[in-house]
């Protein structure tokens, strides 16, 4: 089992940069698949990005691609997120969640797929 802690949330100005970070407790940490969503006022949780076990294969939304990084330090049980450019429509409560993977080297974009969740932390962009 992971217990999952993210921080980092602030209020910024549009145009500005946040790091996001996961900490992850629990063993096997290396084994779990990992992302970050989202979850603006009145809208579904929707996908950010995502990480493999192995950190090898990295995946991201269209609407954050080149604005937004995820990486993990498996050493650190950490998952990150930078985030550049940022938007008024970045405004949301991010999240981040893990999946066990250890024979999948790949990562997953749906909700369904994550078996653990943080409680979120919240980034709001000013315009």
């Known amino acids: 089992q992971v217990h999952l802690v993210e921080s980092g949330g602030d209020l910024v100005q549009a145009g500005g940069s946040l790091r996001l970070s996961c900490a992850a407790s629990g063993r096997a940490f290396a084994t779990y698949a990992m992302g970050w969503f989202r979850q603006a006022p009145g809208k579904g949780r929707e996908f950010v990005a995502g990480?493999?076990?192995?950190?090898?294969?990295?995946d991201s939304a269209d609407s954050v691609k080149g604005r937004f990084t995820i990486s993990r330090d498996s050493a650190k049980n950490t998952l990150s997120l930078q985030m550049n450019s940022l938007k008024p429509e970045d405004t949301a409560v991010y999240y981040c969640?893990?999946?066990?993977?250890?024979?999948?080297?790949?990562?997953?974009?749906?909700?369904?797929?994550?078996?653990?969740w943080g409680q979120g932390t919240q980034v709001t962009v000013s315009s």
């Open positions: 969640a893990a999946k066990q993977s250890p024979s999948y080297t790949g990562t997953y974009r749906s909700v369904l797929h994550y078996d653990y």
């Open positions: 990480i493999s076990w192995s950190g090898s294969s990295t």
